[in-house]
T-cell receptor, first 112, second 114 residues
Framework: SQTIHQWPATLVQPVGSPLSLECTVEGTSNPNLYWYRQAAGRGLQLLFY??????ISSEVPQNLSASRPQDRQFILSSKKLLLSDSGFYLC???????????FGSGTRLTVV | ELKVEQNPLFLSMQEGKNYTIYCNYSTTSDRLYWYRQDPGKSLESLFVLLSNGAVKQEGRLMASLDTKARLSTLHITAAVHDLSATYFC??????????????FGKGTKLSVKP
C-alpha cells in the first residue's frame, strides 16, 4: 500500500533562518506531488506541484522554493524565513485525478 | 480564475438532525473532492466525485455533484458528535488537463451538540 511521510511534525524557527521540509511517498512510482499551506485567514493554498523529477511549478510568488531530487521525494525550502511563512504545510500526492489526492500528516511551522 | 465557495462556514447542529453543506464553483469542472479535517490534523479524503450526477455515501454522509449547476452538496443524516470537524470541498482546476491542482473552499466548521 502507498504511504506518505512528512517531517518534522512541528517546527519553531526564528525570522531569517533557513527552512527544509521533506515529504516522501512509498509504494508508488512517478506520483504527482504537491505542497499546500494552510494559514489563518488565507485558507488552503497551493504552493508548488511537480509531475516528475526535477520539474517544479510555482503557484504563488514568495520566498519559498521546492525541489524534487528523487521520484518520490519532495522538498520545500527557504533561505530566509519571514513571519508570514508561519502555517501548516501539507504535502499531497496522486497517481491520477480519478484516484483522488492523499495528504501527509503536515508540518506546523511557527516563525518567531 | 476558479473560485470555490462553501456555505455555511459555521454550522452548529443537534445530534439526530439532518443538514446540508453546499459547495459552489465558478468554472467548468467534473472533478470534485470532499475532505474532513479534525483540529490540528491533516486532511482526510471523504469522497471523490467525477461526473455529473455522481452520488456517494459513507455512513451518515452523502455527497453529490451537479456539474451543470456547478454545485456539490454534502448531506449529513442524523448527526452524531463524532462528525464534528471542518469539511472542505475542493475542485480540480486542471479540467481536461493531465495534472490536478485543487482549489479549496474555505471550509465548513461543523459542531454537533447533544
Amino acid at each position: 500500500s502507498q504511504t506518505i511521510h512528512q517531517w518534522p511534525a512541528t517546527l519553531v524557527q526564528p525570522v531569517g533562518s533557513p527552512l527544509s521540509l521533506e515529504c516522501t511517498v512509498e509504494g508508488t512510482s512517478n506520483p504527482n506531488l504537491y505542497w499546500y499551506r494552510q494559514a489563518a485567514g488565507r485558507g488552503l493554498q497551493l504552493l508548488f506541484y511537480s509531475v516528475g523529477i526535477g520539474q517544479i511549478s510555482s503557484e504563488v510568488p514568495q520566498n519559498l522554493s521546492a525541489s524534487r531530487p528523487q521520484d518520490r521525494q519532495f522538498i520545500l525550502s527557504s533561505k530566509k524565513l519571514l513571519l508570514s511563512d508561519s502555517g501548516f504545510y501539507l504535502c499531497a500526492w496522486t497517481q491520477g485525478w480519478r484516484l483522488g489526492y492523499t495528504f501527509g500528516s503536515g508540518t506546523r511551522l511557527t516563525v518567531v | 480564475e476558479l473560485k470555490v465557495e462553501q456555505n455555511p462556514l459555521f454550522l452548529s447542529m443537534q445530534e439526530g438532525k439532518n443538514y446540508t453543506i453546499y459547495c459552489n464553483y465558478s468554472t467548468t469542472s467534473d472533478r470534485l473532492y470532499w475532505y474532513r479535517q479534525d483540529p490540528g490534523k491533516s486532511l482526510e479524503s471523504l469522497f471523490v466525485l467525477l461526473s455529473n450526477g455522481a452520488v456517494k455515501q459513507e455512513g451518515r454522509l452523502m455527497a453529490s455533484l451537479d456539474t451543470k449547476a456547478r454545485l456539490s452538496t454534502l448531506h449529513i443524516t442524523a448527526a452524531v458528535h463524532d462528525l464534528s470537524a471542518t469539511y472542505f470541498c475542493a475542485v480540480d482546476r486542471s479540467y481536461g488537463g493531465s495534472q490536478g491542482n485543487l482549489i479549496f473552499g474555505k471550509g465548513t466548521k461543523l459542531s454537533v451538540k447533544p
